[in-house]
């Protein structure tokens, strides 16, 4: 059974931070490029941090350059987005997907909202 599974999601106020992590089972985790993709109320789904196999390359947004940081432990089979000074615009269903070659494996996605 493949899964990957979302969690830290929740309710902060604008400046704050949280934790996402993604815990995958199922299939070899490390040889998979993974990113962190996030949907807000009435808008596409986008891209927002991308780290390789073995962490040696990490692209960002814009616009969530120096406040995202994206990291893995592929002995605990998880992917982690470490939020700070969230903003409002940061509300929105967050997701990781796992990619290699043809295959792609998606997460249910977590609630992130930001309060003003």
């Known amino acids: 059974q493949v899964q990957l599974v979302e969690s830290g999601g929740g309710l902060v106020q604008a400046g704050g931070f949280l934790r996402l992590s993604c815990v995958a089972s199922?299939?070899?985790?490390?040889?998979?490029?993974v990113s962190w993709y996030r949907q807000a109320p009435g808008k596409e789904r986008v891209l927002v941090a991308t780290?390789?196999?073995?962490?040696?390359?990490?692209n960002y947004a814009d616009s969530v350059k120096g406040r995202f940081t994206i990291s893995r432990d592929n002995a605990k089979n998880t992917v982690y987005l470490q939020m700070n000074s969230l903003k409002p615009e940061d509300t929105a269903v967050y997701y990781c997907?796992?990619?290699?070659?043809?295959?792609?494996?998606w997460g249910q996605g977590t609630q992130v909202t930001v309060s003003t």
């Open positions: 997907k796992a990619v290699r070659i043809l295959t792609t494996y």
């Open positions: 199922g299939f070899t985790f490390s040889i998979y490029t």
């Open positions: 780290i390789a196999r073995d962490g040696g390359s990490i």
